[in-house]
């Protein structure tokens, strides 16, 4: 599985990529079809994608209206990731369907743009989902409590686990901590654990004082060992390991508690149907 992709010092969510990659592919293939035929097509591609993108979101808010109801304005917050790509397709497809009953003359390059865009996301998404040659396993380093006490990392194999990479000076990580402290206390079958990287016991103490968090599994990287073996650059980043401790999900980016309860289930979910190896 692609877990990010990493553009000069700058690490992308490799579903981010994929959809600049569509738009661009039905873009190219429904123009040139479009001056061919002597028809414009580009304004319609980008108002089936705002309009794919907008059943995309609510197909997920759907999903996940429980988690969404706590807070509502949470919904408009498109940066946490929570889209359900089949609902944003099937919207897409209809989309081009009324249009070309309306108007025929633009049916071919219209719908050569969305079928070439539909099979570059499909085969897209399944390379994406394929298992990595490479296995990663959660790394057997030592991390510091806040306290002072050594930990080991491989202690929490045996769980499934979510580790957080972030630091106090980091205006998204700072953002999304209620909504860890909120999936560690309801989800007490994961270990949730905060790895802060470098930063000083006292500074990590004061800001969760000040935030108002009560934390379990705060640890510091004092060297950022765990993110640079596990090739990561960016934060905040949210590693998912199962309960063997191999790498299973990483999230370069900020969460909801919908999308971030989306990623536990399906850890879960793995974990349950045997997925431990």
Known sequence: MIHSVQIGPVSLPPGLVLAALVLTIALLVGNWLGRKAGVEVESRIYRGLFISAICARLGFVLQYHEAYSSTPWSVLDFRDGGWSPWAGLLAAWLYAATVVLRFPTIRKPLLSGLT???????????????????RQFLPDFNTLSIKGDHIALQSYVGKPTVV????????????????????????LDINIVFLN????????????????LSLRNVLIDTQGEVARSMGQKGLPTTLFFNAAGRLVDVRVGEFSYPTLNQRIDALRLGHEAGGKT
Request: charged share 20%; aromatic share 8%; proline share 8%.
């Open 164 to 187: 957080n990479l972030w630091a106090t000076w980091c205006p998204p990580c700072r953002r999304e901590m209620p909504v860890f402290e909120r999936a560690q206390n309801e989800h």
């Open 197 to 212: 990287q470098g930063e000083a016991p006292a500074k990590i103490q004061q800001f969760l004082a000040g935030s108002k």
């Open 116 to 134: 070439a865009a539909s099979a570059i996301w499909i085969v897209g998404t399944v390379v994406l989902a394929l298992p990595s040659r490479e």
